[in-house]
């Protein structure tokens, strides 16, 4: 099951990378050098719409977001569960002071499970119509994601030992 899924949704990635380049061809602002001013600024502004739309496909947290305001839901939850806030902070301190890539490394893997467990919450919730719910999971996947770079930033920081 799992590899028909992983399969079909390779040839949707293909099938949408395929048609965005095809119309990115269309409205490409070069594509239209000779045309009239009016005619370039309209496939400029096709062309830029064209690339937020791309990059809005390619990022889950934005293409949730956009899910959310499409169905006229703020996405920016204005208060916060007080445990899970507590829990990132605890999680944040671990990461800033890891002096080693295997506690980093090991910290990354809970990071991006966590992320994968709201995401698939904010899917379950927003299939359910339940907008504030799903808006709640996906604020927490911002707190996740801003922690992914800091541990990208901590693991730069890591000089690694020489074997003694």
Same mark, same amino acid.
């Given at each position: 099951? $799992?590899?028909?899924? $992983? &399969?079909?949704? @390779?040839?949707? +990635?293909?099938?949408?990378?395929?048609? &965005?380049? +095809? !119309? +990115? $061809? @269309?409205?490409?602002? /070069?594509?239209?050098?000779n045309s009239s001013a009016l005619e370039q600024?309209?496939?400029? @502004?096709?062309?830029? !719409? #064209?690339?937020?739309?791309?990059?809005?496909?390619? /990022?889950p947290y934005a293409r949730a977001r956009l899910l959310l305001k499409l169905e006229n839901v703020d996405p920016n939850v204005k208060t916060m569960d007080m445990e899970f806030l507590t829990d990132m902070?605890? &999680?944040n301190d671990r990461v800033e002071i890891s002096e080693d890539t295997e506690t980093l490394t090991e910290l990354?893997? #809970?990071n991006e499970q966590a992320i994968t467990e709201l995401y698939n919450q904010f899917r379950e919730h927003f299939a359910l119509k339940e907008w504030n719910i799903a808006a709640e999971q996906l604020a927490k996947v911002k707190f996740l994601l801003q922690t992914r770079e800091r541990i990208e930033q901590q693991s730069e920081l890591i000089i690694p030992r020489k074997p003694s």
């Open positions: 099951r $799992s590899a028909g899924r $992983s &399969f079909i949704k @390779q040839w949707y +990635q293909r099938r949408v990378r395929g048609i &965005f380049r +095809q !119309l +990115q $061809s @269309q409205y490409h602002p /070069d594509k239209h050098v600024e309209h496939a400029a @502004q096709k062309s830029a !719409l #064209l690339n937020e739309a791309n990059k809005c496909l390619k /990022d902070m605890e &999680f990354k893997r #809970l």
